[in-house]
């Protein structure tokens, strides 16, 4: 039997994503957090129900899908509302029996009830994602402060403290080992041979220069003195 040819067909459903999308900079500034939470809302688009508008994903069913904390899929919900990539259209509510129904939202990539995508990310005006926390949140966690502050111990006031005027004796170290007695530097040592080559020193005069005490300026008068020192020069040269 001849086998049929690949068509490059993808066995098993699979979630299309528009490279525009992703190419787009509010993708790019969005979390990898709030990205796989699209891509869990994008897997619930079906192309032939055209259900784009009623596609829902609660924060249970997230969780379990992406393994994300609950209030990490809710924020990621708000976050792609705030980029323009999700728009709601149904709030959630408990339901009359106690059963919760999630918010229902439109993909803006695609077409609505025959209407074009709006493709709102692509006017995002480049302000980033953040959330205000609540006034209860910063009064709890200002509360928490407080007491971490009054539980810790204070570390006590050094001795040579700001407020110290006593001297101050640092020991210096500069590549050596300090000991209490003696001191040991280390010294470059060189394994090789000493060196046989002669050596050519150039030979000075060396003789021995005959000494002459010379009279000091208190005994003698200027004239005998420089006599001396003439007479002196004299003797040094013939004995040269």
Known sequence: MKSRKDKGRIEGPFVPMLIDTMASPAWKAMSPYGRVVYVALRSRYGHKIRNNGRIYLSARDGAEETGFDLKTVARCLRELAHYGFIVMT????????????????????????????????????????????SPAYYKRRERS???????????????????????????????????????????????????????HISRVNHSVVPEWSTPTLTELPWSDYWAGVYRDAARYEAAA
């Open 90 to 133: 149904e709030r959630g509510c408990l339901g009359v029996e106690g059963k919760g129904k999630a918010p229902h939202w439109r993909l803006t990539e695609l077409g609505y009830m025959h209407e074009p995508p709006t493709k709102d990310f692509l006017k995002w005006n480049g302000e980033r994602f953040h959330e205000q926390k």
């Open 145 to 199: 402060l407080v007491k971490l502050r009054a539980d810790q111990k204070q570390n006590p006031v050094p001795r040579n403290g700001t407020g110290c005027t006593n001297a101050r004796h640092i020991p210096a170290y500069q590549g050596a080992e300090q000991l209490p007695k003696e001191l040991y530097q280390g010294a470059a040592h060189i394994n090789e041979s000493a060196c046989t080559t002669e050596r």
